[in-house]
Nanobody, 123 residues
Framework: QLVESGGGLVQAGGSLRLSCAAS????????MGWFRQASGKEREFVAT????????YYADSVKGRFTISRDNAKSTMYLQMNGLKPEDTAVYYC??????????????????WGQGTQVTVSS
């Protein structure tokens, strides 16, 4: 089970840090990622990180503003979001995908998903 936390309401230009904790399993054999879904839109890729944190991938829309990381000892993944924009408003989901890497072309094909956490950015 994956549990997200850290969402909330923030003004444009502000920062939030999302966390994703695994409650029942180790994540060291999984690549992990963050996806988001805005109201009325499809779920979209945000960022992914390889099993050991050595490789990361970002959507162009968040590159340079968001940073994905993981701590396998704590079975936790993070998404540091800086310079938030109103268009970043969405429900953010974390996911785990069996394998070493999760490339953007793989899409939202995770084996496990969290319940989502709302991020709202006001202008």
């Amino acid at each position: 089970q994956l549990v997200e936390s850290g969402g909330g309401l923030v003004q444009a230009g502000g920062s939030l840090r999302l966390s994703c904790a695994a409650s029942e399993r180790t994540l060291s054999t999984y690549a992990m990622g963050w996806f988001r879904q805005a109201s009325g839109k499809e779920r979209e890729f945000v960022a992914t990180v390889s099993w050991n944190g050595g490789s990361t991938y970002y959507a162009d829309s968040v590159k340079g503003r968001f940073t994905i990381s993981r701590d396998n000892a704590k079975s936790t993944m993070y998404l540091q979001m800086n310079g938030l924009k109103p268009e970043d408003t969405a429900v953010y989901y974390c996911a785990a995908r069996l394998g070493t890497s999760w490339y953007p072309r793989n899409g939202p094909e995770g084996n496990y998903w969290g319940q989502g956490t709302q991020v709202t950015v006001s202008s």
